[in-house]
Protein backbone atom coordinates (compact mmCIF):
# COMPACT_ATOMS: atom_id res chain seq x y z
CA UNK A 1 0.00 0.00 0.00
CA UNK A 2 1.45 3.00 -1.07
CA UNK A 3 0.95 5.63 1.20
CA UNK A 4 1.90 8.29 -0.25
CA UNK A 5 1.29 9.33 -4.43
CA UNK A 6 3.78 11.22 -6.11
CA UNK A 7 3.19 12.47 -9.59
CA UNK A 8 4.79 12.87 -12.46
CA UNK A 9 7.51 10.51 -12.12
CA UNK A 10 9.65 12.63 -14.65
CA UNK A 11 9.07 16.22 -15.54
CA UNK A 12 10.84 18.34 -18.36
CA UNK A 13 10.93 22.00 -17.73
CA UNK A 14 12.10 25.04 -19.67
CA UNK A 15 14.07 27.29 -17.51
CA UNK A 16 12.52 30.21 -16.46
CA UNK A 17 8.89 27.76 -16.32
CA UNK A 18 7.43 26.73 -13.46
CA UNK A 19 8.14 23.53 -11.99
CA UNK A 20 4.63 21.79 -10.57
CA UNK A 21 5.37 18.32 -8.50
CA UNK A 22 1.86 17.04 -7.08
CA UNK A 23 1.88 14.70 -4.16
CA UNK A 24 -1.98 13.17 -3.04
CA UNK A 25 -1.68 11.05 1.06
CA UNK A 26 -3.64 8.42 2.33
CA UNK A 27 -3.61 8.83 6.31
CA UNK A 28 -5.48 11.36 7.51
CA UNK A 29 -3.12 11.41 10.58
CA UNK A 30 -0.05 12.57 8.63
CA UNK A 31 1.00 16.26 10.30
CA UNK A 32 4.42 17.13 8.52
CA UNK A 33 5.12 16.89 5.08
CA UNK A 34 8.33 18.26 3.94
CA UNK A 35 9.99 18.22 0.48
CA UNK A 36 13.37 17.13 -0.78
CA UNK A 37 16.02 17.28 -3.50
CA UNK A 38 18.58 14.56 -4.28
CA UNK A 39 21.12 14.78 -6.30
CA UNK A 40 22.66 11.76 -8.33
CA UNK A 41 25.22 9.95 -5.49
CA UNK A 42 24.04 12.54 -2.71
CA UNK A 43 21.99 12.39 0.11
CA UNK A 44 18.26 14.27 -0.11
CA UNK A 45 18.22 17.62 1.36
CA UNK A 46 15.39 19.36 2.79
CA UNK A 47 13.84 21.99 1.07
CA UNK A 48 10.88 23.08 2.61
CA UNK A 49 7.86 21.65 4.76
CA UNK A 50 4.19 22.54 5.92
CA UNK A 51 2.05 21.73 8.59
CA UNK A 52 -1.58 21.33 8.03
CA UNK A 53 -2.87 24.01 9.68
CA UNK A 54 -1.30 26.36 6.83
CA UNK A 55 -2.63 26.16 2.99
CA UNK A 56 0.77 27.57 1.45
CA UNK A 57 4.05 28.47 2.09
CA UNK A 58 6.99 30.39 0.14
CA UNK A 59 10.59 30.14 0.42
CA UNK A 60 12.27 31.71 -1.99
CA UNK A 61 11.49 30.15 -5.47
CA UNK A 62 9.92 27.38 -3.45
CA UNK A 63 6.48 27.31 -2.54
CA UNK A 64 3.90 24.66 -0.97
CA UNK A 65 0.23 24.71 -1.76
CA UNK A 66 -1.60 21.87 1.09
CA UNK A 67 -5.34 20.97 0.46
CA UNK A 68 -6.15 19.53 3.44
CA UNK A 69 -9.26 18.35 2.44
CA UNK A 70 -8.31 16.63 -0.94
CA UNK A 71 -5.28 15.35 1.02
CA UNK A 72 -3.32 16.81 -1.72
CA UNK A 73 -0.01 19.13 -1.55
CA UNK A 74 2.33 20.07 -4.05
CA UNK A 75 5.76 21.68 -4.66
CA UNK A 76 6.33 25.04 -7.37
CA UNK A 77 9.23 25.91 -7.93
CA UNK A 78 8.95 29.17 -9.91
CA UNK A 79 11.38 30.54 -12.55
CA UNK A 80 13.36 26.93 -13.05
CA UNK A 81 17.34 27.19 -13.42
CA UNK A 82 19.51 23.88 -15.09
CA UNK A 83 20.69 24.05 -11.12
CA UNK A 84 17.33 22.15 -10.22
CA UNK A 85 17.34 19.70 -12.19
CA UNK A 86 17.47 16.87 -9.71
CA UNK A 87 15.13 14.09 -8.12
CA UNK A 88 12.26 15.68 -5.68
CA UNK A 89 10.23 13.64 -3.13
CA UNK A 90 7.65 14.01 -1.34
CA UNK A 91 7.38 12.97 2.48
CA UNK A 92 5.01 13.04 5.42
CA UNK A 93 4.95 11.84 8.86
CA UNK A 94 2.84 11.65 11.61
CA UNK A 95 3.52 12.73 15.34
CA UNK A 96 5.25 15.51 17.49
CA UNK A 97 8.66 14.55 17.26
CA UNK A 98 12.02 13.67 14.64
CA UNK A 99 11.67 9.99 16.48
CA UNK A 100 8.69 9.37 13.03
CA UNK A 101 10.18 7.61 10.30
CA UNK A 102 9.01 9.47 7.24
CA UNK A 103 7.03 7.51 4.56
CA UNK A 104 8.27 8.44 0.69
CA UNK A 105 6.35 9.61 -2.45
CA UNK A 106 8.10 7.34 -5.19
CA UNK A 107 10.31 10.73 -6.38
CA UNK A 108 9.79 12.93 -9.92
CA UNK A 109 12.71 13.46 -11.98
CA UNK A 110 13.28 17.34 -12.42
CA UNK A 111 15.52 17.84 -16.37
CA UNK A 112 15.22 21.94 -16.44
CA UNK A 113 16.38 22.52 -20.04
CA UNK A 114 18.01 26.05 -21.31
CA UNK B 1 20.36 22.92 8.55
CA UNK B 2 21.61 20.63 10.77
CA UNK B 3 24.36 17.90 9.02
CA UNK B 4 25.00 14.59 9.04
CA UNK B 5 28.09 12.76 7.83
CA UNK B 6 28.50 9.31 6.61
CA UNK B 7 31.75 7.07 5.86
CA UNK B 8 32.96 6.22 4.35
CA UNK B 9 30.90 7.32 0.97
CA UNK B 10 31.95 4.71 -0.78
CA UNK B 11 33.02 1.13 -0.25
CA UNK B 12 33.85 -2.21 -2.35
CA UNK B 13 33.77 -5.09 -0.21
CA UNK B 14 34.03 -9.17 -1.34
CA UNK B 15 31.39 -11.76 -1.12
CA UNK B 16 31.23 -12.92 2.61
CA UNK B 17 32.93 -10.10 4.33
CA UNK B 18 31.39 -7.57 6.70
CA UNK B 19 31.06 -3.90 6.22
CA UNK B 20 29.91 -1.12 8.75
CA UNK B 21 28.96 2.49 8.07
CA UNK B 22 29.34 5.13 10.63
CA UNK B 23 26.21 8.04 10.84
CA UNK B 24 27.24 11.26 12.49
CA UNK B 25 25.44 14.06 13.84
CA UNK B 26 27.62 16.92 13.67
CA UNK B 27 25.96 19.63 15.12
CA UNK B 28 22.67 18.06 16.78
CA UNK B 29 22.08 15.44 18.92
CA UNK B 30 19.45 12.45 17.22
CA UNK B 31 17.66 10.49 19.66
CA UNK B 32 15.98 8.61 16.80
CA UNK B 33 17.82 7.61 13.67
CA UNK B 34 16.92 5.91 10.46
CA UNK B 35 18.53 4.44 8.00
CA UNK B 36 17.19 3.99 4.54
CA UNK B 37 18.60 1.78 1.50
CA UNK B 38 18.23 3.36 -1.78
CA UNK B 39 18.72 1.54 -5.56
CA UNK B 40 18.87 3.59 -8.96
CA UNK B 41 16.05 5.70 -9.93
CA UNK B 42 14.08 4.26 -6.75
CA UNK B 43 12.58 6.01 -3.99
CA UNK B 44 14.30 5.30 -0.26
CA UNK B 45 13.20 2.74 1.44
CA UNK B 46 13.04 2.37 5.46
CA UNK B 47 15.49 -0.05 6.59
CA UNK B 48 15.43 0.38 10.48
CA UNK B 49 14.37 3.12 13.11
CA UNK B 50 17.61 3.46 16.01
CA UNK B 51 17.34 4.65 18.82
CA UNK B 52 19.83 5.59 21.61
CA UNK B 53 20.39 3.08 24.27
CA UNK B 54 18.13 0.40 22.95
CA UNK B 55 17.26 -2.17 19.95
CA UNK B 56 17.11 -0.86 16.41
CA UNK B 57 13.28 -1.25 15.23
CA UNK B 58 13.66 -3.41 11.60
CA UNK B 59 11.17 -2.76 8.82
CA UNK B 60 9.25 -5.93 7.47
CA UNK B 61 11.66 -7.98 5.28
CA UNK B 62 14.29 -6.48 6.89
CA UNK B 63 16.99 -9.39 8.09
CA UNK B 64 18.07 -8.00 11.72
CA UNK B 65 20.98 -10.43 12.07
CA UNK B 66 22.24 -9.44 8.52
CA UNK B 67 22.13 -5.52 9.16
CA UNK B 68 23.30 -4.53 12.65
CA UNK B 69 22.50 -1.41 13.82
CA UNK B 70 23.65 0.21 17.01
CA UNK B 71 23.04 3.42 18.61
CA UNK B 72 26.05 4.39 21.02
CA UNK B 73 25.44 8.01 21.51
CA UNK B 74 23.04 11.11 20.40
CA UNK B 75 25.36 11.44 17.70
CA UNK B 76 26.48 8.05 16.23
CA UNK B 77 24.27 5.37 14.88
CA UNK B 78 26.35 2.34 13.04
CA UNK B 79 25.10 0.14 10.66
CA UNK B 80 26.94 -3.37 9.94
CA UNK B 81 26.47 -5.14 7.19
CA UNK B 82 27.06 -8.98 7.80
CA UNK B 83 28.29 -11.52 5.36
CA UNK B 84 27.93 -9.18 2.95
CA UNK B 85 26.53 -10.67 -1.18
CA UNK B 86 26.00 -8.84 -3.92
CA UNK B 87 22.21 -8.05 -3.81
CA UNK B 88 23.05 -6.36 -0.87
CA UNK B 89 25.14 -3.84 -2.75
CA UNK B 90 23.31 -0.50 -2.58
CA UNK B 91 23.10 3.08 -2.16
CA UNK B 92 22.90 3.34 1.79
CA UNK B 93 21.50 6.44 3.63
CA UNK B 94 21.11 7.39 7.36
CA UNK B 95 19.46 10.27 8.78
CA UNK B 96 18.77 12.37 12.12
CA UNK B 97 15.76 13.90 13.52
CA UNK B 98 15.81 17.73 14.84
CA UNK B 99 12.63 18.29 16.37
CA UNK B 100 10.33 17.75 13.35
CA UNK B 101 12.74 18.22 10.58
CA UNK B 102 14.71 14.76 9.24
CA UNK B 103 18.16 15.54 8.06
CA UNK B 104 20.25 13.24 5.75
CA UNK B 105 23.37 12.39 5.93
CA UNK B 106 25.15 11.94 2.02
CA UNK B 107 25.36 8.12 1.68
CA UNK B 108 27.16 5.16 1.37
CA UNK B 109 27.62 3.63 -1.75
CA UNK B 110 28.46 -0.78 -1.08
CA UNK B 111 29.45 -2.78 -3.68
CA UNK B 112 29.78 -6.02 -2.87
CA UNK B 113 31.68 -8.24 -5.23
Known amino acids: QQQVKQSPQSLIVQKGGISIINCAYE??????FPWYQQFPGKGPALLIAIRPDVSEKKEGRFTISFNKSAKQFSLHIMDSQPGDSATYFC?????????????FGKGTRLSVIA | GAVVSQHPSWVICKSGTSVKIECRSL??????MFWYRQFPKQSLMLMATSNEGSKATYEQGVEKDKFLINHASLTLSTLTVTSAHPEDSSFYICSGGSGREQYFGPGTRLTVT
Open chain 1, 27 to 32: NTAFDY
Open chain 1, 91 to 103: AASRGSSGGTPLV
Open chain 2, 27 to 32: DFQATT
